[in-house]
C-alpha cells in the first residue's frame, strides 16, 4: 500500500503514531552488540549522552520536551513481540541461522528493559541521557535519534499547507528518483540503506527503502534497519560499532591495555560469532596506528568499513595492508559509509572496482561522471566494494521546502557513549572534528595511539 505523505501530514494522523513502533526499528548492528553486551558484560554499567554538531539549529525550541518525553515513554513500554523473536531465532543472517542465540532470546523477552534518562533543555539545546546497566543504555541511542529527528520534521510540516506538502514530497521523490536513475544498471554495484538514524520520518524511510529495492533490483543489498527487514523480507545488514572499542579502553587499567584493548575486542568478538561478522571499525582511534600495530591473524577478517577517513586513502591503505600481510584484497569486502552521496558511491564504486590507466588518480574518481570513461580504467576488481548509504538517501529534503527556509535538513546529531563503570569514554576518529570525549583524556588517548593519518575536514552530518 503507498502512503500519501503529504495528506498524512496535512491531516496530522501522524501525531497519533509513535514513531518508534517496534524495539526491532534499530540498526542491526544493535542486536549484535547486545547480545555481545549480555554476554560479556552483563553487569557494566555505560552511559550515552545525546550531542548535537549542528549547534545553529536549537533543538530544544523545536522539538517540545513534553512530546519528546512521551515517545520516550512508549519506547520503553515496548516489548519484543513473539513473531519478531522467532525471526531473530529462525531467520538467516549472512548466509548463516541461529546467530542469535536461545537464551539471549529468552533474555530479549523476559528480561530486556530500555534504562531510565534524563531529559532537558539549556542554552536552546536539547540536553538527553541515558544512565544504567549497559544492556539497557545501547539500544536507546537509535531511538532517541530517530525520535528527537521525527520531531524536528513534524514540527517543520505544521507550518505547511496541503499545496505546499505536496510540492515538498514530490521534490524529494525526484530527487530520490534521478540519484536511483544514475544508480541503475551499474554493473556489480552494492548499496545499503544505513539512514535510520537521522531519516525524514518512518514512513519517508520505509518508502525509501522499497523505491530501492523496487528500482535499483539486486544492486540493493539490504538495510541496517532490523524492522524493515523483518517486514519486507529484505536482508539485515550490519556487524559491530564505536561503542564496544570505546567501551574495552574505557575498562583499561593503564596505557598497555588501553593500547591493546582494540585488538582485545575482535578477539571477544568472534569467540562470540564463531568467525562470523568479522567487519573491521579500525578508526575508533584511528584506523593508520590500527593497522600498523594489528596481530597477524586480525588479516583473516573478512573487510573493513570506513566511516571518517576519505574513502579513496582508506581503501588504499587497506588494500596494501593486506597485500602486506599475503592476502588477496579481492576476497575481501570493503564498506564506505561516512557522508555518502549518489557521486561519492558511483566515483568509489568505480575506483575500487577497476584498475587505474594512464596515471589516474583517486581525485579523477571524485567526480562520478569520470567513472564511464573507458579510458580512465579497466574493469577488473580490487576489493569488493559495498556503500552503506544513510543520510542522504532517507533524509534529503535540502531546498525542497516551497517555502525556502531549512527547517527539513538533516542535523548532525549523535548519541554517543560518554561513561563506562564511571570512567570517561573517547572516540578519537579518523576526523578530529569528529573526536568525542572530554579534553584531558582525548589528549591522553592522543599520546598513546598517536595521529598517524588523521586528518581535519568539516563534518558535513
Not at 14 to 32: A, C, G, N, Q
Not at 341 to 366: C, K, M, S, W
Amino acid at each position: 500500500m503507498i502512503i500519501d505523505l503529504a495528506r498524512r501530514a496535512h491531516d496530522h494522523n501522524w501525531e497519533m503514531d509513535p514513531i518508534t513502533r517496534s524495539l526491532l526499528d534499530t540498526d542491526f548492528y544493535k542486536l549484535l552488540m547486545l547480545q555481545f553486551i549480555w554476554k560479556h558484560f552483563p553487569r557494566t554499567h555505560a552511559t550515552f549522552t545525546l550531542i548535537n554538531r549542528t549547534t545553529s539549529v536549537r533543538l530544544g525550541e523545536i522539538v517540545g520536551l513534553a512530546q519528546l518525553r512521551e515517545q520516550l515513554e512508549a519506547t520503553r513500554q515496548l516489548r519484543f513481540r513473539k513473531s519478531e523473536l522467532v525471526w531473530l531465532a529462525g531467520n538467516t543472517f549472512f548466509g548463516r541461522r541461529g546467530i542469535f542465540e536461545p537464551a539471549f532470546l529468552d533474555w530479549l523477552e523476559h528480561d530486556f528493559r530500555l534504562s531510565d534518562y534524563e531529559l532537558s533543555v539549556d542554552d536552546g539545546q536539547l540536553q538527553l541521557r541515558f544512565e544504567g546497566l549497559w544492556s539497557g543504555t545501547s539500544m536507546w541511542e537509535i531511538y532517541a535519534l530517530a525520535q528527537i529527528g521525527e520531531l524536528k520534521t513534524r514540527a517543520a510540516l505544521k507550518h505547511l499547507s496541503e499545496l505546499e506538502l505536496d510540492i515538498l514530497y514530490a521534490r524529494a521523490k525526484t530527487r530520490l528518483w534521478e540519484k536511483m536513475e544514475r544508480l541503475r544498471g551499474v554493473p556489480d554495484l552494492s548499496i545499503s540503506d544505513f539512514g535510520t538514524r537521522r531519516r525524514h520520518s518512518f514512513l519517508w524511510h520505509e518508502y525509501v527503502v522499497n523505491a530501492m529495492r523496487d528500482t535499483i533490483g539486486s544492486s540493493f543489498t539490504g538495510t541496517s534497519n532490523a524492522f524493515l527487514a523483518y517486514k519486507h523480507d529484505l536482508e539485515a545488514i550490519g556487524t559491530n560499532g564505536h561503542e564496544l572499542p570505546m567501551a574495552m579502553a574505557a575498562l583499561a587499567r593503564d596505557d598497555e591495555e588501553l593500547r591493546a584493548a582494540q585488538y582485545r575486542l575482535l578477539e571477544l568478538w568472534q569467540q562470540s560469532y564463531q568467525g562470523e561478522l568479522q567487519i573491521l571499525l579500525p578508526d575508533t582511534f584511528g584506523t593508520t596506528q590500527f593497522l600498523r600495530h594489528a596481530p597477524e591473524w586480525v588479516a583473516n577478517w573478512t573487510g573493513q568499513r570506513i566511516d571518517s577517513k576519505d574513502a579513496y586513502v582508506a581503501g588504499d591503505e587497506y588494500i596494501a595492508w593486506l597485500e602486506r600481510h599475503g592476502r588477496d584484497p579481492r576476497q575481501k569486502r570493503l564498506i564506505s559509509s561516512d557522508a555518502l552521496d549518489v557521486e561519492q558511491i558511483l566515483g568509489q564504486h568505480a575506483y575500487f572496482a577497476g584498475t587505474l590507466r594512464n596515471g589516474a588518480t583517486p581525485d579523477d574518481f571524485r567526480s562520478a561522471g569520470d567513472f564511464r570513461d573507458p579510458n580512465r580504467w579497466t574493469p577488473e576488481r580490487r576489493i569488493r566494494f559495498s556503500a552503506g548509504w544513510g543520510t542522504l538517501l532517507t533524509n534529503d529534503f535540502r531546498n525542497s521546502n516551497p517555502r525556502g527556509d531549512d527547517g527539513f535538513n538533516p542535523v548532525g546529531l549523535v548519541c554517543k557513549l560518554t561513561e563506562v563503570e564511571g570512567r570517561p569514554a573517547v572516540k578519537l576518529s579518523d576526523n578530529q572534528s569528529k573526536a568525542l570525549g572530554n579534553r584531558e583524556e582525548i589528549e591522553r588517548y592522543r599520546r598513546v595511539f598517536g595521529a598517524a593519518g588523521v586528518a581535519d575536514t568539516p563534518v558535513l552530518i
